[in-house]
């Protein structure tokens, strides 16, 4: 039987969500500035 993530999620402790919340939070920095700078069409280094 399949549950729903936000179950899952509720169910989790607070520092684990924390540490998830963290590392969504930086992906989705990080996935911006890549578009940033492919649409730039910067190298990483050039950006830096």
Do not use: H, I, Y
Request: hydrophobic share 40%; aromatic share 2%; no cysteine.
């Amino acid at each position: 039987m399949t549950k729903k993530f936000a179950e899952l999620k509720s169910r989790m402790p607070d520092d684990s969500r924390a540490r998830v919340e963290a590392r969504v939070k930086a992906t989705l920095q990080e996935m911006a500035l890549n578009e940033l700078r492919q649409a730039r069409g910067l190298s990483q280094k050039a950006l830096a």
